[in-house]
């Protein structure tokens, strides 16, 4: 009887492994899911760091930082290579605001050891169209 069983687990244990597998967004997809809907405005070289609550990687290129309801979407302009979601992101800023052409190092989420870095290009501001009342 252990035998028949055996099967039903691996298929069990494939089949909840499989969604999150099919599921993983391609870069083109995630930045689609950051920007459905808002309106890409004038892009700005700098943003105020303190009130980023949210970051997201996108594809070793991008950096979309969320302030309120808005992301700024950043295209980096040299190191993407060095940028990985598993990964801790360093900013070095000289104030209070995170600027074009400030760079981000990437440091190893365990050892803690220096990966790169990247430097930021300008910010897109995507925001949600104005409310009709």
Known sequence: MTLSIRPLIV???????????????????ELAKITNGRIAGKPQRCIDLPQVYGTQIIDKTT?????????????????????????????KTFGSQLCEMDTV??????????????VL????????PAKDH
């Open 11 to 29: 298929l069990a244990a494939a089949c909840i492994a499989a969604p999150a597998l099919a599921y993983k967004d391609d870069p083109a997809a």
């Open 105 to 118: 190092d990437m440091v190893d989420r365990y050892g803690g050891g220096r990966r790169g870095f990247a």
């Open 121 to 128: 290009g300008p910010f897109i501001p995507y925001k949600l």
């Open 63 to 91: 950096i979309a930082y969320r302030i309120g309801p808005t992301y700024y979407v950043n295209q980096l302009k040299s190191g993407a290579k060095a940028l990985n979601s598993d990964d801790l992101m360093v900013t």
